[in-house]
């Protein structure tokens, strides 16, 4: 079985500033992807980034970048140039790929991250 | 192009009674997911269905079921409701070959 932990509740960052929220996992699994997702206060989980595990570059979108460290098991978030709309439920989860499993995801217990202005 | 839709948005049940909450999934994809999220924790994974039929189980009671339909539409069954099952419940939709799931925004269940 897999475990997702994310040992930051809450973080506050001002706007402009960067930041970065922190994941660590357990699986003794080596085909997986990794992944961000933020949670607004609509409730819908949306997909900030993935990280394929056999890659060793770390993965980018605009302003979110992660820092992938696979021998550690820790896939930290780094948010650029923060924006108030970034404010959200920041969660961190895993996927099993090996063959058979159900590409199911396992999630961290989520960092509330606010944006000040 | 519709995302992921679920309905109904908000629901208050009793205990012992029973509920029944739909997902209609992304365009093209055939696979559906069906998570738990109670209040400040990470979502929690109760089944996933392909090919109509349940191609895996998280660690929840027979108390919850589901279905899914020739359109890749499903359905969440929970029967003989619980305090304790008051959560928001997500579903989510992918291609069976691709990794990567998108999101309804959810079904909120209070249950007094």
């Known amino acids: 079985a897999q475990t997702v932990t994310q040992s930051q509740p809450e973080m506050s960052v001002q706007e402009a500033e960067t930041v970065t929220l922190s994941c660590t996992y357990d699986?003794?699994?080596?085909?997986?992807?990794l992944f961000w997702y933020k949670q607004p206060p609509s409730r819908q989980m949306i997909l900030v980034i993935r990280q394929e595990a056999y890659k060793q570059q770390n993965a980018t979108e605009n302003r979110f970048s992660v820092n992938f460290q696979k021998a550690a098991k820790s896939f930290s978030l780094k948010i650029s140039d923060s924006q108030l709309g970034d404010t959200a439920m920041y969660f961190c989860a895993f996927m099993n790929l090996t063959s058979g499993s159900a590409r199911q995801l396992t999630f961290g217990s989520g960092t509330q991250l606010t944006v000040l202005p | 192009d519709a995302g992921v839709t679920q309905s109904p948005t908000h629901l208050i049940k009793t205990r012992g009674q029973q509920v029944t909450l739909r997902c209609s999934p992304k365009s093209g994809h055939d696979t559906v997911s069906w998570y738990q999220q109670a209040l400040g924790q990470g979502p929690q994974f109760i089944f996933q269905?392909?090919?109509?039929?349940?191609?895996q189980r998280g660690n929840f009671p027979d108390r919850f079921s589901g279905h899914q339909f020739p359109n890749y539409s499903s359905e969440l069954n929970v029967n003989a409701l619980l305090l304790g099952d008051s959560a928001l419940y997500l579903c989510a939709s992918s291609l069976a070959a691709i990794r990567k799931l998108f999101f309804g925004s959810g079904t909120q269940l209070s249950v007094l």
């Open positions: 269905y392909y090919e109509e039929e349940e191609r």
């Open positions: 699986t003794s699994e080596n085909n997986y992807y």
